[in-house]
């Protein structure tokens, strides 16, 4: 029997890598598959022998990037991403043994073309990578070459260089958030979703082909070329470009949000007075209230505008961000700064006409310079005050909800965490979440993090519980769906949901809206917004630590409960609802 080899790619994801090897492992042992198993770009990464990679038979890659296919010669390397092996080991181990060692792919329709693409979410987490790997396989089974940059939570991997994007014939870009295309100036560029990548991607390379339009350069005449392609045009509006200032935003509610929770555990709950000056607890307040939390209004204010405008919108957005925050208009006047300073931007950018050799001021000068003075002066007399009172209402409102208003606020955004995992319905309960935390509202954060935790990690135990209700690749993926689930990685329930989804995604909304409720009922707090599990020891980073323990253990419980009672057997639910 031919030797398999598989590489599987760590890197951030390292955990679930492991756990995809450790799958691997056991489902060749289990039918005399002799297999050697490579893990890369992670703790304990060991690299193949020569000898392993001289007497294979197939080959089967796991995760993104190129896992330096080029070793294996006229082997041709089978796909497949880390979610696949974890939900169906045994059918990703059938593809690789009769299609890896098959004559190499045929060409592309007899064109292959070279494709480089950027994939990128919000959080930069889950559906970044899921997109990265759903086009590299699209591209593999298509005949065509592909490089695939990830910009993900941790910044850029695998960078596409100025040599690779000047060789290749098409720039595709599916993205959730803005991403910078200058570099692109030039190619043929297409842009969209993660969710079209991961839903199709071997449509969406066809459809990418056929309909990419010419990047113009920087401070260019976008009349004649749009920077969008149509397609994707009509897809990117303002929950786009919200988003977009949302992912650059947390960073700093994460940075600043963490160093107040160590200043209070250094220095006391007066760490920040000013008599305190000068000690460490006082230091680290400075540092993350008058640093870190100082921008990120700013900060929200001016990717909204670059989501909308490019570059050029960036310094109009984040002035009239900064100036947003001085009215006390918070994260709604940044918002409205965003979108005020962006839009203005670009109708700028669109009309003003100006010779050829001056047209490299408009960027540098003349853009920033009118679009800052429109911003500046709406967001001082028109903007301003209504919205600093509004937002001064929503925050009273928030900080003494109790009883029912805090029952009710509880069940609806741990409800929207649960309803589409991932989605747009639960970006916007998280992105709402995270831009109350720069006014001080830290209770709904609580309410989504723990809601959002609950979906995986109620599956992971209904698969304990009622073993008969999944299949066996869907009990192997419970122990995944846990890991995902104490990261604060909803997406980690979507292959359970997709297998059966009338019956499941109801138990996960009931399962979330309980940990809501229950969180804020019991006065939770979450001065960070993301970590699930590995933030609950910082000190005074969660109020009534014992309580939103609670919370998530009754929503995990009720999660598992209600998948077991709805869910048919095994059989039932692998033929659909």
Known sequence: MARLLAVVEGGERSTLAVLALEALR????????????????????????????????????VGAGDLDARRFGALRPVRAAIEEVLTDVDGVLDRALADAAAA????AAGNP???????????????????AEGLQAAAQALGHAIRVETQGS????????????????????????GVDRARFAGKQVYATTTKAAIRDGKGLIATALAEARVQPAAGADSGAAPARPEAAERQAGAYKHLMTGVSFMLPFVVAGGLLIALAFAVGGIDAM???????????????????????????????????????????????????????????????????????????LNRHIRLPRNLEG????????????????????????????????ALTGWLKGMQGASALVLGLVLGGMMAIDMGGPINKAAYASAAALLSSGVDAPM??????????????????????????????????????????????????????????????????????????????VTLKVPHGGLFILPIPNAVTHLGAAIL??????????????????GAAGAASGA
Do not use: W
């Open 26 to 61: 056991k489902a060749a042992a289990r039918r005399n598959q002799p297999i050697a198993l490579e893990l890369r770009g992670a703790p304990g990464a060991n690299p193949l022998p020569e000898d392993a990679i001289r007497d294979a038979g197939a080959v089967l890659l």
């Open 446 to 523: 609580a309410a989504v993090m723990l809601g959002g935790m609950t979906p995986p990690l109620g599956l992971a135990l209904a698969t304990r519980l009622f073993p008969a209700r999944f299949t066996a690749p869907e009990r192997e993926a419970g122990g995944a769906a846990a890991v995902l689930g104490a990261a604060f990685i909803t997406e980690g329930a979507i292959p359970f949901a997709a297998a059966d989804p009338l019956r499941v995604i109801p138990a996960l909304v009931a399962g979330s809206s309980v940990a809501g409720a229950l969180a804020l009922s019991l006065g």
């Open 361 to 392: 001021l408009k960027p540098v000068l003349i853009l920033p310079l009118l679009a800052t003075t429109l911003t500046g002066l709406l967001m001082i007399y028109v903007v301003g005050v209504p919205v600093a009172a509004a937002l001064a």
């Open 154 to 177: 941790v910044g850029a991997r695998d960078t596409l260089t100025a040599s690779e994007i000047a060789q290749a014939d098409l720039v595709l870009i599916a993205a959730d958030t």
């Open 104 to 107: 190499p792919a045929a060409p």
């Open 551 to 568: 919370a998530l253990v009754a929503g995990t419980v009720v999660t598992a409960v209600t998948v077991g009672l709805l869910k048919k």
């Open 273 to 347: 007075a000013p008599g305190n000056a000068g000690t460490l607890g006082y230091a680290l307040g400075q540092i993350g209230a008058k640093g870190a939390f100082a921008l990120i209004v700013p900060a929200l204010a001016g990717y909204i505008a670059y989501s909308i405008s490019d570059r050029p919108g960036i310094a109009p957005g984040m002035i009239g961000g900064m100036l947003a925050a001085n009215l006390q208009a918070g994260f709604l006047g940044g918002i409205a700064a965003g979108f005020i300073a962006g839009y203005t931007t670009r109708f």
């Open 113 to 131: 073309k070279t494709i480089v693409a950027v994939t990128s979410c919000p959080t930069g987490i889950a559906h970044t990578f899921m997109a």
